[in-house]
């Protein structure tokens, strides 16, 4: 399943899983993430992630599941508005803000909670002090609990934050540690954002350049995934 998904296989992951996720709470929220990862790269799809979201809200049996739920659809909800397919903002804050309340602090699915409330933070409500408490504290409970492709995506935007801020070093070798992580777990779907935001704050224009067309060469592999990079790319 995960090299469907890391090759941006998104459908095909979604059907080894659908079997068992019509039954399991757990098996049909990584079906519900799969298909969402999906709209983000791709921007379509929407209707088979909401429909799974929907199946694994009613599977969900005590406040752990519920709270991983509502986690799912503040994610989806908010990538429905980041994208302009429709604005869920204010659906995307309620989910977070209910998983929030569901979710004990020693819940393994808090670093991420965290982290999607730090996009939510960065993203639609320009508030870069937010986005950087919370993308820290994802930063730390991903350490912590080992979950290295969610490092990789803290470590991106712990390193956007500082970008914002002018920290150039400091982005740099967030940037950096993100493209190590995702070219050591063969997360080839995440690899060519990784390529592209490093090359964006290194000093030698040569190797940036060669960076972004790497970047390009990999989207091209992939099909035109993901979508929002490949049309910056063009």
Not at 7 to 21: H, I, N, V
Not at 141 to 167: I, N, P
Request: overall charge neutral; proline content about 4%.
């Amino acid at each position: 399943m995960w090299r469907l998904r890391s090759r941006a296989c998104w459908e095909d992951a979604a059907a080894l899983l659908a079997p068992r996720a019509a039954t399991e709470p757990g098996t049909a929220l990584r079906r519900t993430a799969v298909l969402t990862e999906r709209c983000v790269f791709t921007a379509e799809g929407w209707e088979a992630a909401e429909d799974s979201l929907r199946s694994a809200e009613a599977l969900a049996t005590d406040d752990e599941e519920r709270g991983a739920a509502a986690c799912e659809r503040g994610h989806l909800a908010y990538a429905s508005t980041l994208l302009g397919v429709r604005d869920r903002a204010d659906e995307a804050r309620s989910a977070l803000g209910r998983a929030a309340a569901l979710l004990g602090p020693g819940s393994p699915t808090r670093p991420l909670l965290d982290f999607r409330r730090g996009l939510i933070a960065q993203h639609l409500s320009d508030n870069p002090s937010d986005a950087t408490a919370a993308f820290q504290r994802a930063h730390a409970g991903a350490t912590a609990q080992g979950h290295r492709l969610l490092l990789s995506f803290t470590w991106r935007h712990v390193a956007a934050m500082a970008e914002h801020d002018g920290k150039l070093a400091e982005a740099r070798h967030g940037f950096a540690e993100s493209l190590r992580i995702r070219e050591e777990l063969g997360y080839l779907v995440g690899i060519a954002p990784a390529l592209a935001s490093l090359a964006a704050v290194l000093p030698d224009a040569a190797e940036a350049a060669r960076l972004r067309d790497e970047a390009g060469r990999l989207v091209r592999l992939l099909g035109g995934v993901p979508s929002w990079l490949a049309r910056r790319l063009a």
